[in-house]
């Protein structure tokens, strides 16, 4: 328990100096949340089906807009020049025009022909799709009451036999099948579930190369020359600076995890597989930030290159785009960083919950790498704190 002790506290010392840093209350408690949240909103897949803009006002418009909103999508009122403007800007996926003519027409029966305005951006072809499909439901509606009423059935009644017979007649039940890779990928995850699996790698190694800067300082200012001049060993530095490290990063996962979970209801499947993934990639970030902190001797330089490097192999791991999007090369290319790696064992249990056998083969690959980098982070650590005596 003595050999245990020295390591715990530098350990210790670690977290309290990160914690205690101003900057990281932001970097490390807000933004990373605040990033879940933007590529939540933009590519999540229990977003709502688009964003409309409708023109006009009447019996037709209230009926588009109720079926609109059945169907889930988000609906906004505007003249027709400032909805032209916000479907150009990007700020709505379609706009629909319902003029006094198709108000007209929509009263006495006859076909009216409504104008949609589409989008550039990518999900405008689904929402305008579903203003077609919303449109074509009202229409069958309004000739259902027109035959009745043709009929000599008041138009009153003939509206509410129509909505009754609609509640009465059950709906088919249709089950789609799609051999889409990417669709079978995607389907069923929530919102924001992959936007805080690759948020989690990204700040984890970020920090930990960053962190790196510590390092160094604790060599300039004369701190391992203290320490090392009570009864510490240098082995016992060398695992307190590696586990201080490792507990920074998991501090920085855990908490990304448990806050995604708690405000965005983030999915992370099997607790205890997504926290060993954790483990094993946060190990790699702890080796990565030893060799950064140990090669270097400039806080600036290495807080620098830390997040520079951090984020390049981020955008290469899958952190910034799904590496599911990515071409099958730069998809081979991007096992070389330990953040595709762990992006695909979160995936394999987040989606598809797969179980510790089915992801050993991406825990194995991230232990070697951790293995690696630990050694040779220690080994670096050692010379350099040879040099700080």
């Not at 605040?34 to 037709?60: H, K, N, T």
């Not at 926290?275 to 930030?289: E, H, I, K, P, T």
Request: hydrophobic share 50%; aromatic share 6%; proline share 2%.
């Amino acid at each position: 328990m003595r050999q245990l002790a020295a390591p715990v506290a530098i350990a210790g010392t670690e977290l309290r100096r990160f914690l205690k840093d101003r900057s990281n209350i932001f970097f490390v408690f807000i933004f990373p949340l605040l990033l879940v949240l933007v590529i939540g909103a933009q590519f999540g897949q229990s977003a709502s089906s688009g964003r409309v803009i409708v023109v006009g006002d009447g019996e037709l418009t209230t009926a588009l807009e109720t079926t609109l909103e059945r169907e889930g999508v988000t609906l906004a009122a505007a003249e027709s020049g400032e909805m032209r403007e916000q479907v150009a800007r990007g700020r709505a996926d379609a706009g629909l025009i319902v003029d006094d003519g198709d108000e007209d027409a929509y009263a006495a029966g006859d076909p009216v022909d409504l104008e949609v305005v589409p989008g550039s951006q990518a999900g405008s072809l689904a929402a305008v799709q579903v203003v077609r499909t919303a449109v074509q439901a009202v229409a069958l509606d309004q000739a259902r009451v027109s035959v009745l009423t043709a009929a000599g059935v008041d138009a009153e009644d003939a509206r509410e036999s129509v909505a009754a017979a609609e509640q009465e007649i059950g709906v088919a039940d249709v089950q789609v099948v799609d051999t889409s890779r990417l669709a079978q990928e995607f389907s069923g995850i929530g919102q924001f579930d992959v936007g805080a699996g690759s948020q989690v790698l990204l700040f984890v190694f970020l920090m930990s190369l960053a962190g790196s800067a510590t390092l160094i300082g604790s060599r300039r200012l004369g701190v391992v020359r203290r320490v090392m001049a009570g009864p510490v060993s240098s082995g016992a530095m060398l695992t307190g600076e590696a586990l201080g490290r490792l507990v920074i990063a998991l501090f920085q996962g855990c908490y990304i995890m448990a806050a995604t979970a708690l405000l965005f209801r983030v999915d992370w499947g099997n607790l205890g597989l997504s926290l060993l993934v954790l483990l094993l990639f946060g190990a790699v970030s702890a080796g990565a930030g030893m060799v950064l902190g140990s090669i270097m001797d400039n806080e600036g330089a290495a807080s620098g290159v830390g997040v520079g490097l951090g984020l390049v192999l981020a955008a290469l791991g899958g952190c910034m785009l799904p590496l599911e999007l990515f071409p099958d090369t730069l998809r081979t290319v991007a096992n070389v960083t330990p953040h595709a790696w762990a992006y695909q064992a979160f995936a394999e249990v987040t989606r598809h919950g797969a179980g510790l056998t089915d992801i050993l083969p991406q825990l194995g690959v991230l232990a070697a790498m951790a293995a690696a980098l630990l050694v040779l982070g220690g080994y670096l650590l050692r010379r350099s704190l040879a040099r700080a005596m």
